[in-house]
């Protein structure tokens, strides 16, 4: 367990010091995790408006924060390119993270003008039904997602790196609130980016 625990940890710093320097990412970040929570919570009470909550809310703004905010130059602090952070990324890099939310976009389309998807559903006869439908898709697309990444991980890493970043990822809101909670205050500093260097008690 301990060695488990230390593999999340090795993780979660790696995504920390390489993918979120930015404070404006690091906020996104903190709104992503608070809605993340309430989409949790949502799950047992109606789990298609929480995977529409989940992905319009939580996976946008986090997505967000990567794509516009985050820097590409060359990593002065860690000493390493962007591309080879990308090459070295556990989990969805860009390019991995490219196609899911191309997939994710298509599912809506692909629902609209198939709602029964070719037969294999039954039929939708109102809106309401549409966007549950929707929202099923998506949830599903969620849990496939990670699934499909922790199996690979299992012949890529071995199955305890598998599990320690499906775990990672589970858990990332709670931590994620937990460490970027101050970073609004920092950005209202003008701090644009994190320095890192007290942030090691993290890894």
């Known amino acids: ?14 995504d920390h010091r390489y993918y979120h320097q930015s404070r404006i990412n690091q906020t996104l970040h903190l709104i992503s995790a608070v809605s993340f929570v309430a989409a949790y ?21 986090r997505q967000s924060g990567h794509i516009f905010f985050e820097p590409r130059s060359y990593d002065q602090i860690n000493q390493s ?4 952070k990308e090459s070295i990324k556990v989990g969805y890099n860009m390019q991995r993270k490219g196609v899911l939310i191309a997939v994710w976009l298509s599912m809506p389309v692909l629902l609209h003008f198939t709602p029964d998807l070719f037969g294999i559903l039954g039929p939708v006869t109102d809106f309401n039904g549409y966007v549950h439908r929707v929202g099923m898709a ?3 697309l969620g849990v496939g997602g990670i699934i499909f990444r922790v199996a690979h991980l299992f012949f890529l890493r071995g199955p305890a790196w598998g599990l320690a970043w499906g775990c990672k990822i589970v858990t990332d809101p709670f931590h994620n609130i937990g460490i970027y909670w101050k970073s609004p205050l920092a950005l209202l500093h003008g701090q644009w980016l994190d320095p890192l260097d007290a942030d090691h008690h993290h890894a």
Request: charged letters at 20%.
């Open 1 to 14: 367990m301990r060695e488990f625990i230390s593999k999340v940890r090795i993780l979660r710093w790696d």
């Open 81 to 84: 390119t962007y591309a080879h």
């Open 138 to 140: 998506w949830l599903a």
């Open 41 to 61: 919570v949502l799950l047992f009470i109606d789990p298609a408006k929480a995977a529409i909550f989940g992905w319009l809310v939580g996976m946008v703004t």
